[in-house]
């Protein structure tokens, strides 16, 4: 009676997470591409007569792709390189800068651009007392690749940091000086996720439309008009169309990945060396890494800098004078703003955690076939765009029996689904440290499946679900993309309101936003590390007690 | 002497690992560091690559001090335990690789690099990928790859510990004879007796970050200089009174079916059979002892009664 009872618990488990994922991931998929595709129930494709018409948007699309990619590779590299071979003080300072970026709103770089580098910037207009125009294409790279840059140095440094160290002390030891070192086995062996690196930043720069709205000016990508096509023009279809269009150098990309790259993204999650490498910091390649490296950085700083300063100053008769107006100017946007941006990223972060976890566990712990399927939808929204998995939304849930369009359910559920993959591969890597003759324990010792979850899955997941929580959190709290579209002028969220005020030049209410996002992103990453440190103390003491 | 280490000492926090080390080494010799894990042999040969720097000590080759120097200067290769090769070049790119930073041509060292792979039994080998080698084959180019570049000093970090039971055997053979045909001075690590026994010939003991001692194999094993030596190396039945410790080695008590001179009774309570040899756990009136025989001599049964010829040795 109470197997049976627990047996029908298990399956209703599954069931929920399968649907969950059939509804709220591939069906608005699906209603994207039947929406551009079709037309009264016929295949129509003359939407995509804008291709010819408007081709120029697809070359500026990918121009701006490509001198995106290569410049913020060029810079991760230098990056891990050097965060490779230098000290732990400077390693540390590396991890805090870049942390700054991860947690911050995707355009809020291009908002301190226009403050340092606009007709009235600091730096442009202030020191040099030039009056340049900051807007178009080279604004546009210049701040994506700000952007991808910190992303993609935290992937290679984490690919380094699972290097075999030997291989760098045979090299010494056969007389491989630093140079040699770097050249021969260093960037050799970072070839495979220089490739991936290159291949996330070119979607990425595809995919953004906040970047190019802010400082494209007059320039525009696809991304931006797929955006325009919906709050301006109101035509949903055209936006379907361009999302579609945008999908597929993603899904090309996606495939790459996860046939070619697979082994190397799990062995990320693998066991790491941890120590650091001490090679002799010299040599012309090291100081072309270093310098390189202090460049971006300090850049970044600086960007950072003038967030701060412009969230607190405000400039009269040419002179700068400190001033809480900003502070009081968005205290209407925040009040509201603030309380419901926070509830909804917790609610994201956690629910992705959990669904995530308890995905895996049924695809690689109970290993069901039909779950690889399920596995790999849920891993999509990773790849695509934010805009089409919005407009994918809207499609999908505006009419009954899933009438969802307007109300705060369809932005949780979205911001959830979309930490998915995340959330999924954290879960994944978790679950492949749980031994297995421990889950059979639990069953040999009379447990049923359920209590494997409850007893043994969700406990020894806890380190697992604080990161994709975190990590879910944040992404949620400095998203845009996905929810543009969903949301009403009634319950904006924080980066929403953010994007508003910039586009409508009230850069200094907008610099106050994203300094209070940054500053909740900021306490709860410091929570999480706060409570990693105890608990690696506490580890410390019981393995101390262990060797007695 | 080729090689003189004296006083090294190197420090982790509060701990010595490696504490006032000092041995000296033959041209043409191979020492090995013998000693349980954490001992500071693994230590000691990092220091002498130059992957460690030691808080004090000398160390001296072909009378130049090397410790100033940094590891790719050290005119030192090791041979790393996890071998270290690179796995984006091919056999003979792993091979040559040392030649590189030496005033050689491409040319010439593709030709010494196919000389060394013949030498280590990997002819025909040059663009294997290194993931498509067995151990066996991938120690070997390990070994090609510091041969190559003429060290004065090899270094082999446990060479043996990750091939299989038969392979090891081989491969020690292989490692002599490879020396040998080199004339090249080397150091190897290792925790097995074993190892140290049938390669080397000079075993450094080390215990706690010291040495225990250094003698020939044979030496190490018949004179013991202490109890750590005594107990470490081989079996033994000891007996330690106040003045002194006493041992007798299981293989050297003899066992008689009738009382002789000099002889102590003993019942036997257990009998373990090992193959090639038997062995005996006997009760005498004074102490349960252990000893050997071979297989193929009388095998006694469990409560027999026997008759122990032997002698107790003193410990220097």
């Known amino acids: 009676m109470r197997k049976k009872l627990l047996d029908s618990l298990d399956k209703i488990l599954m069931i929920t997470i399968i649907l969950s994922v059939l509804i709220f991931i591939l069906y608005p998929f699906i209603s994207v591409f039947i929406t551009s595709l079709m037309e009264n129930g016929r295949i129509d494709l003359s939407y995509f007569s804008f291709v010819k018409d408007e081709a120029y948007l697809i070359k500026n699309s990918i121009t701006t792709g490509i001198y995106s990619t290569i410049l913020s590779t060029i810079f991760s590299i230098m990056i891990a390189v050097y965060f490779y071979i230098s000290t732990d003080r400077v390693k540390k300072i590396i991890t805090a800068i870049l942390m700054l970026t991860i947690i911050s709103p995707p355009f809020v770089t291009s908002l301190s651009y226009i403050r340092l580098f606009g007709r009235r910037g600091f730096i442009t207009y202030g020191l040099l007392g030039l009056s340049i125009s900051p807007y178009g294409q080279l604004g546009i790279v210049l701040m994506q690749s700000l952007g991808f840059t910190s992303m993609n140095a935290i992937l290679l440094m984490g690919y380094l940091k699972q290097i075999d160290k030997t291989l760098i002390e045979s090299a010494r030891s056969l007389g491989a000086k630093t140079t040699d070192i770097i050249k021969d086995i260093i960037l050799p062996l970072m070839k495979p996720s220089i490739i991936v690196v290159m291949l996330l930043s070119f979607i990425r720069s595809l995919a953004d439309f906040s970047t190019p709205r802010i400082i494209g000016g007059a320039f525009n990508v696809l991304a931006t008009e797929a955006y325009l096509s919906i709050i301006a023009k109101g035509d949903i279809r055209r936006a379907a169309t361009i999302s579609v269009i945008l999908f597929i150098p993603a899904i090309i990309v996606f495939i790459l990945y996860m046939t070619k790259f697979q082994s190397l993204a799990m062995s990320q999650h693998g066991t790491n060396s941890g120590e650091g490498i001490s090679i002799k910091r010299d040599g012309y390649l090291y100081n072309l890494m270093k310098t390189g490296a202090i460049f971006f950085l300090v850049w970044i700083l600086i960007q950072y800098a003038s967030i701060i300063m412009s969230a607190f100053t405000d400039i009269y008769k040419g002179k700068m004078y400190f001033t809480l107006n900003h502070f009081r100017e968005s205290k209407i946007n925040v009040l509201d703003t603030f309380p419901r941006t926070i509830f909804v990223a917790l609610i994201a972060g956690i629910a992705s955690s959990v669904i995530g976890l308890i995905l895996e566990y049924y695809g690689f712990i109970r290993n069901y076939k039909s779950m690889k399927i399920i596995d790999f939808i849920a891993t999509m929204p990773y790849i695509v765009p934010g805009t089409f998995f919005g407009i994918g939304y809207i499609l999908a849930f505006n009419k009954p029996p899933l009438e969802l369009t307007g109300t705060l359910l369809i932005v949780i559920l979205n911001v959830t689904f979309r930490q998915l993959p995340f959330a999924s591969k954290v879960g994944y890597s978790t679950l492949t440290q749980i031994n297995r003759d421990t889950i059979n324990s639990v069953k040999d010792l009379g447990g049923h499946d359920c209590h494997v979850i409850k007893d043994i899955i969700l406990p020894l997941s806890k380190s697992g679900l604080y990161i994709s929580f975190v990590n879910g959190f944040t992404s949620t709290m400095t998203t845009i993309g996905s929810i543009i579209f969903l949301i009403y002028p009634k319950q904006k969220l924080a980066t929403m309101v953010m994007f508003d005020v910039i586009e409508s030049g009230k850069y200094g209410v907008g610099s106050v936003i994203a300094f209070l996002i940054i500053l909740v992103c900021l306490m709860v990453n410091g929570l999480y590390y706060l409570l990693l440190s105890r608990k690696e103390k506490k580890k410390d003491v019981s393995y101390s007690i262990g060797l007695n | ?316």
Do not use: W
Not at chain 2, 225 to 232: A, D, I, S, T, V
């Open chain 2, 1 to 316: 002497m080729f090689l003189t280490v004296s006083g090294l000492t190197k420090i982790y926090g509060d701990k010595k690992v490696v504490d006032n080390v000092s041995f000296e080494a033959e041209k043409g010799s191979i020492t090995c560091i013998l000693g349980p894990s954490g001992s500071g042999k693994t230590t000691i040969l990092r220091c002498l690559g130059g992957f460690e720097n030691p808080e004090s000590g000398n160390v001296i080759i072909d009378n130049r001090e090397i410790l100033s120097l940094s590891p790719e200067e050290r005119p030192i290769s090791t041979v790393f335990q996890s071998y270290g090769l690179f796995p984006h070049k091919s056999v003979i790119e792993n091979t040559i690789y040392g030649l590189k930073f030496k005033k050689v041509t491409r040319k010439e060292a593709i030709k010494e690099g196919q000389e060394i792979l013949e030498i280590v039994g990997l002819k025909g080998y040059d663009n294997r990928r290194i993931n498509q080698l067995s151990g066996g084959e991938q120690q070997r180019v390990a070994l090609a790859r510091s041969l190559v570049v003429k060290p004065n000093l090899l270094l082999l970090d446990e060479p043996f510990s990750n091939l299989d039971a038969k392979l090891k055997l081989v491969m020690r053979e292989e490692i002599q004879k490879i020396q040998k045909t080199f004339n090249i001075t080397t150091i190897f690590v290792t925790h097995d007796q074993e190892d140290a026994f049938s390669v080397a010939d000079q075993i450094i003991l080390m215990n706690k970050g010291r040495i225990e001692q250094i003698s020939s194999p044979m030496d190490i094993y018949n004179y013991p200089k202490g109890e750590f030596p005594l107990q470490f190396i081989g079996r033994s039945n000891i007996k330690s009174t106040n003045e002194k410790v006493e041992f007798v080695r299981p293989e050297e008590i003899k066992l008689h079916d009738n009382p002789k001179e000099n002889t102590m009774e003993g019942i036997i309570e257990k009998r373990v059979f090992k193959g090639a040899i038997v062995e005996y756990h006997i009760s005498t009136k004074d102490a349960n002892l252990i000893a050997i025989e071979l297989s193929k001599d009388k095998v006694y049964n469990e409560g027999s009664i026997v008759y122990l010829e032997f002698e107790y040795k003193v410990i220097m």
